[in-house]
């Protein structure tokens, strides 16, 4: 157990649809990144918070975005789905914003139909 | 720009024998970490091994060791003993933003 959770585990939603994924980091852990995985590729790399304040985005859609609340759980949010975002999406905390190793969550497969 | 680049989508190995998984990187970051991910079927993240780049000297941990290039910006994984349980995918990654390769199966044959 890496002590990062992820809410759901599962989620099937239709196409259009807004769906709304949840992370707790590890205690005491500020940074949290969001990655996306589609079958058999590798991790995209979304976007990162620290204390709250975004630090880097990627290759992140304008139909997602995301926040990291005061008590540092965060939300990823995806909007007007498309069956392309089917995905698996993690969730990775670490301790600083960069140089150092980061702990990744379950993840939450979506399946957009 | 950062970029991680696993130029072998595949590779293979018996049990018992070593195999070397390639890495090579770029970044303009003076200080930066390296790191191993390791992906097994149930698809949960592993660290397996990180590597500071300030660090001359060659991270290991267990049967598990890097090959750290600075000048090259290569950074291999070799394992050694190679067990059923190590068949998964294996990335490479890199700070400051922690960006992913593409990844490495793995298999691993009785």
């Known amino acids: 157990d890496s002590g990062v959770t992820q809410t759901p585990k599962h989620l099937i939603t239709a196409t259009g649809q807004r769906v709304t994924l949840r992370c707790s980091p590890r205690?005491?852990?500020?940074?949290v990144y969001w990655y996306q995985q589609s079958l058999d590729q590798g991790l995209q790399f979304l976007i990162q918070?620290?204390?709250?304040?975004?630090?880097a985005k990627g290759n992140i859609l304008e139909r997602f975005s995301a926040q990291q609340f005061p008590d540092l759980h965060s939300e990823l949010n995806l909007s007007s789905l498309e069956l392309g975002d089917s995905a698996l999406y993690f969730c990775a905390s670490s301790v600083r914003p960069t140089n150092t190793e980061a702990f990744f969550g379950q993840g939450t497969r979506l399946t957009v139909v | 720009a950062q970029t991680v680049t696993q130029s072998q989508p595949e590779m293979s190995v018996q049990e018992a024998e070593t195999v070397t998984l390639s890495c090579t990187y770029d970044?303009?970051?003076?200080?930066?970490?390296l790191f191993w991910y390791k992906q097994p079927p149930s698809r949960q993240m592993i660290l397996v091994i990180r590597?500071?780049?300030?660090?001359?000297q060659n991270a290991t941990e267990n049967r598990f060791s890097v090959n750290f290039q600075k000048a090259a910006k290569s950074f291999s994984l070799k394992i050694s003993d190679s067990q059923l349980g190590d068949a998964a995918m294996y990335f490479c990654?890199?700070?400051?933003?922690?960006?992913f390769g593409t990844g490495t199966r793995l298999q691993v044959f009785p």
């Open positions: 205690s005491g852990d500020l940074s």
């Open positions: 918070y620290y204390n709250g304040e975004e630090r």
């Open positions: 590597q500071e780049a300030y660090k001359q």
């Open positions: 990654a890199l700070t400051d933003k922690l960006i």
């Open positions: 970044t303009s970051e003076s200080d930066y970490y």
